[in-house]
Every structure is written in structure tokens, then in C-alpha cells.
């Protein structure tokens, strides 16, 4: 299959290993309260445009040889869009999610019921304040837990517990960082990409010795959220407007494949914020 990349038209190799995504069509997206920095309830939202970029995101997934599944959007809840903040899965272990906010508090009972419906294995609500994989990331067998602005640490001990899986504390200090993964992502199993900046000195200097060869962003690469992206350990799926980045990881030998979401900016939300990674969990393996 032929996709358009900034640097080429490239033949897509087949996914070096097929990954299975949670999204939600945003049919109800849209900025109507302000709990981040990025939001601005005056600034309209083109939904039409929205549903558009949203769909060129599931549809690049489908080209890259991955699986998308949907969870029907509720009315009411417009970042709900944002489906990856309400859970995260591990071994088919699901991890719900309690939203900091009264705004997308209902949003976790959605997926969470979702997860029940489909198998998962021991769907938990999680009992500390957990924004799911809004700041907690895999990377390889351990979870970088985020902190600072919405998860509550000790949410990061009951992901551990619950997950079976070393979780590592980071500490984020700008509000225009309030997620862990608009700060930091994750490229395979070994490195990530992340702001230095965005962290306390004591996290950053945690990060620079786990990750000595982390691709190192810059405020360019974020402004767009650049590192809220989804890689499958050679395709990047990232903000078409962080073209650094791009330039920067195909030097390192991913593949960089752009999308705009450029609306969803408006809500402080990308790529990432969309796609729920449902890491290996397949219909086939219910238990
Ligand atoms: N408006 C949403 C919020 O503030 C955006 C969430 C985007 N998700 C993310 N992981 N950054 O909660």
C-alpha cells in the first residue's frame, strides 16, 4: 500500500508486529469547559473537520496493517474522544480509570464497562485519581507513571499491584504538560522521545539514565503535541505540524507518518490522547 510521507512516498511494510487500539468517533468533540491549559471554550471547534482528521487517524492504522476497535461516544462527553485517558491494558489486564474532573468522570465507567463486555481479565476502578494512559505508558515491562497535574501517585503503587509491572514516578511541572504523554513517548521497547524540560530535575535525571539514547524534544517538537504519538517500533504515528521530530526520527530509523489533529489540539489532546493501546489483547485470546 502507498502512503504520503514528508519525505517520500513510501511502500508501508506490514506492521512488524500487529497492534489492537480502543479509539471513540468524536460525534459529540468539543470545547465547552476549560481543565488544561490548551482549552479555550471561546476559540469554535470545527466538528466536521474534526471527524475528518479523526478518520484519517483510523484509517492509518488500518493501512499500517493494525486493528481498531470502537466504543460508542456518549452525548454529553466531549472528550470522550480522548479514549486512551480511561484505561490502560496489560496481558489483557484492564485498568480502568477516576478522572480528576467531574467533566470526564463518567467517561471511565464507558470503557470500563466496555472492558467487562469484552473480556478483559479483572477490570478494576482503580481507587486513586488515575487519568489511565493519559500518564501511564508501557515501555517494554515497565509503566512510566506520570504525576503532578491529574494522577495521584498513589494511583502508580495500585497499577503496579494490579498490573504486575514496575511502575516508574515521574513528576511533571508545566501546565502545558499536564499529561504524561504529552511530554513523553514511547518509540519501543528500549527508548522513547520525550521534553526534558517538562520534568522535575529529579524525573529528568531518572529518564536520562534509563533512556541514555531518548530522542531529546524540543518546545517546537510539542507546541503541536508532537510526543503524543503512537509508534508500533518502526511506524510513528505523529502531529503532521511536528515536522522537527519527523526529520529527527528518521534519522534514527523510524518511519514518521504524519496526521493533522489539529482540532483536538484545541482540547489539548493528539494522537496518542485517541488511541487506546490495547497492547497484544486480541478477541481470539478471552479468557
Ligand atoms: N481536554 C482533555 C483533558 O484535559 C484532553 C485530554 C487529552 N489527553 C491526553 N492524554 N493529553 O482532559
Given at each position: 500500500?502507498?502512503?504520503?510521507?514528508?519525505?517520500r512516498?513510501?511502500?508501508?511494510?506490514?506492521?512488524r508486529?500487529?497492534?489492537?487500539?480502543?479509539?471513540?468517533?468524536?460525534?459529540y468533540?468539543?470545547?465547552?469547559?476549560?481543565?488544561n491549559?490548551?482549552?479555550?471554550?471561546?476559540?469554535?471547534?470545527?466538528?466536521?473537520?474534526?471527524q475528518?482528521?479523526w478518520?484519517?487517524?483510523?484509517?492509518?492504522?488500518?493501512?499500517?496493517?493494525?486493528?481498531v476497535?470502537?466504543?460508542?461516544?456518549?452525548p454529553?462527553?466531549?472528550?470522550?474522544?480522548?479514549?486512551?485517558?480511561?484505561?490502560l491494558?496489560?496481558?489483557?489486564?484492564?485498568?480502568?480509570a477516576r478522572?480528576?474532573?467531574?467533566?470526564?468522570?463518567p467517561?471511565?465507567?464507558?470503557?470500563?464497562?466496555?472492558?467487562?463486555?469484552?473480556?478483559?481479565?479483572?477490570p478494576?476502578?482503580?481507587?486513586?485519581?488515575?487519568?489511565?494512559g493519559?500518564d501511564l505508558?508501557?515501555?517494554?515491562?515497565?509503566i512510566?507513571?506520570?504525576?503532578g497535574?491529574?494522577?495521584?501517585?498513589?494511583?502508580h503503587?495500585?497499577?503496579?499491584?494490579h498490573?504486575?509491572?514496575?511502575?516508574?514516578?515521574?513528576?511533571l511541572?508545566?501546565?502545558?504538560?499536564?499529561?504524561?504523554?504529552?511530554?513523553?513517548?514511547?518509540l519501543?521497547?528500549n527508548?522513547i522521545?520525550?521534553?526534558?524540560?517538562?520534568?522535575?530535575?529529579?524525573?529528568?535525571?531518572?529518564?536520562r539514565?534509563m533512556?541514555?539514547?531518548?530522542?531529546?524534544?524540543?518546545?517546537d517538537?510539542t507546541?503541536?503535541?508532537?510526543?503524543?504519538?503512537?509508534s508500533?517500533g518502526h511506524h510513528?504515528v505523529?502531529?503532521?505540524?511536528?515536522?522537527g521530530?519527523?526529520?529527527?526520527?528518521?534519522?534514527?530509523?523510524?518511519?514518521?507518518?504524519?496526521?493533522?489533529?489539529?482540532?483536538?489540539?484545541?482540547?489539548?489532546?493528539?494522537?496518542?490522547?485517541c488511541t487506546?493501546?490495547?497492547n497484544?489483547?486480541?478477541?481470539?485470546v478471552?479468557?
Open positions: 500500500m502507498t502512503m504520503t510521507s514528508r519525505f512516498t513510501v511502500e508501508t511494510q506490514p506492521a508486529s500487529k497492534r489492537e487500539y480502543l479509539m471513540c468517533a468524536p460525534t468533540f468539543d470545547v465547552v469547559y476549560a481543565i491549559d490548551w482549552m479555550d471554550p471561546t476559540v469554535p471547534v470545527d466538528r466536521v473537520l474534526a475528518r482528521q478518520q484519517s487517524l483510523v484509517d492509518t492504522y488500518r493501512q499500517l496493517g493494525h486493528v476497535h470502537l466504543i460508542n461516544p456518549a454529553g462527553l466531549p472528550d470522550m474522544v480522548f479514549v486512551a485517558d480511561s484505561g491494558v496489560v496481558d489483557g489486564v484492564a485498568l480502568g478522572y480528576r474532573t467531574k467533566e470526564r468522570g467517561e471511565a465507567d464507558h470503557v470500563l464497562r466496555w472492558f467487562e463486555d469484552n473480556g478483559f481479565r479483572r478494576l476502578r482503580p481507587r486513586y485519581v488515575n487519568e489511565g493519559g505508558l508501557l515501555v517494554g515491562e515497565t512510566l507513571a506520570g504525576t497535574f491529574r494522577t495521584d501517585e498513589r494511583a503503587t495500585e497499577a503496579e499491584v498490573l504486575g509491572r514496575r511502575a516508574v514516578t515521574l513528576r511541572i508545566d501546565p502545558r504538560y499536564y499529561h504524561l504523554n504529552t511530554a513523553l513517548g514511547v519501543d521497547d527508548t522521545a520525550y521534553l526534558p524540560e517538562a520534568f522535575d530535575q529529579r524525573s529528568a535525571a531518572l529518564l539514565s533512556f541514555p539514547d531518548a530522542v531529546v524534544a524540543t518546545e517538537d507546541r503541536s503535541l508532537g510526543l503524543n504519538l503512537v508500533d510513528v505523529l502531529s503532521a505540524q511536528a515536522t521530530l519527523a526529520d529527527r526520527l528518521h534519522d534514527r530509523g523510524y518511519d514518521p507518518v504524519p496526521v493533522d489533529m489539529s482540532e483536538f489540539a484545541k482540547s489539548g489532546g493528539g494522537i496518542r490522547c487506546l493501546d490495547l497484544g489483547w486480541s478477541r481470539g478471552r479468557s
